[in-house]
């Protein structure tokens, strides 16, 4: 394959040692060219006006400059697509999820011990995530969000919002959810997100928000003004149970190569709350979510899927229009609105279920 057609990436990292580990995990794809490396920064400043690279590998923490402040001057300035390289502490998932936010696709592990053992799982990974940074339209949450206000509250404790997430997910959840009131019906969310991770990601979301965002425990009531955000490493499916939805959290084997998985949540939704549920699928890669959603309109709920022009990565709301899923294509600026409108008018809602 000739270079010129193969995916462009430069290497950030303050350490030499892992500029070389991930030139050599690039490498082994034939489809990318790894075009240079940079110690920091303000090097890497100059080698993106330079090289013209397609994709940038950015290091959490840098000298100089920290990663995070050279991402939200880059993504401000020469906005690109960017996986980041962080490490799995509780500091490292805090700062990437930031990261997440300021417009970076997605993130991969840095790897700590058995390198060797473990390299081409490396390889593996952070190739595919190299593809699919390749694919994806970069955007960045928007200054001022907006706020959506609603004057009743009509229905909402009857019903439930299930959406599904992945790449470019963490943006779009905290965008919607960061708009709607607290009188809005109880959601349940599946972003494909490892431990650790979800736990911060629901406490920023709870920061920022009118609705109340947490974790997911089994057993737990899904309460109107309540966000459920499924852990890493477990699914969260709902039940019916007295008249509510009961969640249940569980570690089952992984579903479209995920654990949550949007599948399982969308499946459950479908069974237990039919035309009272709203499904929503969001920016992703891969296919996940598309049959559950499938399996809610099929049940008579109201379904969207978000719209090309908004997604990061359109992959998984494509499927999901293709196969007929969708009552409705919407961006990501009218998700809010649409849940609101929804949860306040049944007899429109499911009207519009056709």
């Not at 030139?23 to 006006?49: M, N, Y």
């Not at 509780?90 to 999820?97: D, I, N, Q, R």
């Not at 007295?242 to 939704?269: E, K, M, T, W």
């Not at 009272?276 to 992703?284: Q, R």
Request: charged share 20%; net charge neutral.
């Amino acid at each position: 394959m000739n270079d010129t057609r193969k995916i462009r990436v430069l290497v950030v990292d303050d350490s030499a040692l892992m500029r070389q580990l991930l030139t050599a995990l690039l490498q082994q794809d034939p489809a990318i060219h790894v075009v240079g490396g940079a110690a920091d920064p303000f090097i890497a400043r100059e080698k993106i006006k330079h090289l013209r690279p397609d994709v940038l590998t950015l290091d959490v923490e840098m000298p100089n400059m920290d990663g995070l402040t050279f991402l939200e001057k880059l993504m401000r300035l020469h906005p690109m697509p960017v996986v980041m390289v962080s490490s799995m502490t509780e500091h490292g998932a805090e700062v990437t999820l930031r990261a997440l936010q300021l417009g970076a696709v997605d993130f991969v592990a840095k790897p700590r011990e058995n390198i060797r053992d473990n390299m081409r799982g490396l390889a593996e990974e952070i190739c595919a995530k190299i593809h699919m940074a390749n694919q994806a339209r970069v955007r960045m949450l928007p200054e001022k969000p907006i706020t959506v206000d609603s004057t009743t509250s009509h229905g909402a404790n009857g019903r439930v919002v299930a959406i599904g997430a992945s790449a470019g997910g963490t943006q779009a959840i905290a965008e919607i959810l960061s708009a709607l009131p607290e009188t809005c019906p109880g959601i349940a969310i599946v972003q494909h997100m490892p431990p650790k991770f979800t736990t911060l990601f629901a406490a920023q979301l709870n920061a920022r928000s009118r609705v109340n965002v947490h974790e997911a425990q089994d057993g737990e009531r899904l309460e109107q003004g309540t966000a459920l955000i499924a852990p890493g490493g477990f699914h969260l499916a709902l039940v019916r149970e007295n008249g509510g939805y009961i969640a249940r959290v569980y570690n089952g084997a992984p579903v479209n190569l995920h654990q949550p998985a949007v599948d399982v949540l969308f499946h459950s939704v479908a069974h237990c709350a039919g035309k009272d549920a709203l499904g929503i699928l969001l920016t992703g890669m891969g296919s996940d979510g598309a049959k559950g959603l499938l399996a809610m309109r099929q049940a008579t709920a109201y379904t969207i899927a978000q719209d090309e022009a908004s997604s990061v990565i359109f992959g998984m709301p494509d499927q999901a229009i293709r196969l007929g899923a969708a009552c409705e294509v919407v961006g990501l600026d009218q998700m809010a609105r649409r849940i609101v409108s929804w949860a306040g008018d049944s007899a429109s809602a499911i009207a519009m279920n056709r």
